[in-house]
């Protein structure tokens, strides 16, 4: 969710992506980046609907930064106050997330060679 905002010429909030929970709509699901994505949405679903004033966008964050703890990277503390997108339509476009794999040229889509400088270059735009 968060790894899709760009400084772009985009229009501001929401179309610029970004933490806002887009990523509950299934046009963002279907983006080859978020593959697999839908079961850990599911396990969200039921403490989204027991905390009802907690947004999807804050939701997802603080799932992602328990994930990060749990796996054995460092302690990240949210911070809480994101806004929800209102409609599917507010999703951004398919590739501005990391594609997971190299083509058989062992080029990534966007010229990179190497998985270091394809990561620089989606998430230093």
């Not at 905002?5 to 509950?24: H, L, Y």
């Not at 964050?61 to 994930?67: D, E």
């Not at 398919?94 to 400088?117: Q, Y």
């Amino acid at each position: 969710d968060a790894g899709t905002f760009s400084t772009d010429n985009t229009p501001d909030w929401p179309n610029r992506g970004g933490a806002n929970g887009s990523v509950r709509y299934m046009e963002e699901q279907a983006h080859a980046a978020n593959a697999g994505l839908h079961h850990a949405l599911e396990l969200l679903r039921p403490i989204g609907d027991k905390y009802e004033d907690v947004g999807n966008a804050d939701l997802f964050q603080l799932a992602s930064a328990v994930s990060i703890e749990q796996a054995g990277g460092p302690d990240i503390k949210p911070r809480f106050g994101r806004r929800d997108t209102y409609k599917p339509e507010c999703c951004v476009p398919e590739g501005r997330l990391p594609d997971g794999n190299a083509g058989p040229d062992g080029s990534f889509p966007d010229g990179t060679k190497r998985p270091g400088d394809h990561l620089r270059k989606v998430f230093y735009r």
